[in-house]
């Protein structure tokens, strides 16, 4: 079946640094993926739609000088967290879909930031 | 805009027993998919199983099943002989043809032994 791998599955990082998330499809090409945020004990919430050799769509609200996604090809997009702040510490998680069945979901990056 | 909702935010069942968790949704559209998804302590979103709108069948995957009542947007998942491995946050979602998901608040369902 479909895989979609997410790496780091949890990053600590300094307040005011960087940290890249990257999200594979491993055994299909995705065109759009796309990046959701959850709090603990909440809903997930989208975040930006991350297109294929084009800039993301990103969802009213979200910083997108912040949240910089790339992707580069069908099988990979990153989101990198630029200039994180404590506010910034939650569970991302990203999907892709291999078919019309529904979305594949990575399994989640914890961020905590210090 | 669309929404869903879940207004069950824990239900328990006994284990071999069936549970019901609820999902209402809106939209204004005709033709779009709804989703239920599993969430374990692990945090992995496990597709549970998927109702297209134009079908007038409910869909079922072994234990799984849903009741879709497209006049009334509703749509509950049905969970028979309930296992003590189907202990999750359980998660309604919509998505139209842009494959946006639009997801409820979740149900934490939870087994007894």
């Known amino acids: 079946g479909a895989v979609v791998s997410q790496h780091p599955s949890w990053v600590i990082c300094k307040s005011g640094t960087s940290v890249k998330i990257e999200c594979r499809s491993l055994?299909?090409?995705?065109?759009?993926m796309f990046w959701y945020r959850q709090f603990p004990k909440q809903s997930l919430m989208l975040m930006a739609t991350?297109?294929?050799?084009?800039?993301?769509?990103?969802e009213q609200g979200v910083e997108k000088d912040k949240f910089l996604i790339n992707h580069a090809s069908l099988t990979l997009s990153t989101l990198t967290v630029t200039s994180a702040h404590p506010e910034d510490s939650s569970f991302y998680i990203c999907s892709a879909s291999a078919d019309n069945y529904g979305y594949t979901f990575g399994s989640g990056t914890r961020l905590t930031v210090v | 805009a669309q929404t869903v909702t879940q207004s069950q935010p824990e239900m328990s069942v006994q284990e071999a027993e069936t549970v019901t968790l609820s999902c209402t949704y809106d939209t204004s559209e005709s033709d779009y998919y709804l989703f239920w998804y599993k969430q374990p302590p692990s945090r992995q979103m496990i597709l549970v199983i998927r109702q297209e709108a134009y079908k007038q069948q409910n869909a079922t995957e072994n234990r799984f099943s849903v009741n879709f009542q497209k006049a009334a947007k509703s749509f509950s998942l049905k969970i028979s002989d309930s296992q003590l491995g189907d202990a999750a946050m359980y998660f309604c979602?919509?998505?139209?043809?842009?494959?946006?998901?639009?997801f409820g608040t979740g149900t934490r369902l939870k087994v007894l032994a």
């Open positions: 979602a919509y998505a139209s043809g842009t494959y946006k998901y639009i």
């Open positions: 991350s297109n294929e050799g084009s800039k993301a769509t990103y």
């Open positions: 055994d299909f090409q995705a065109t759009t």
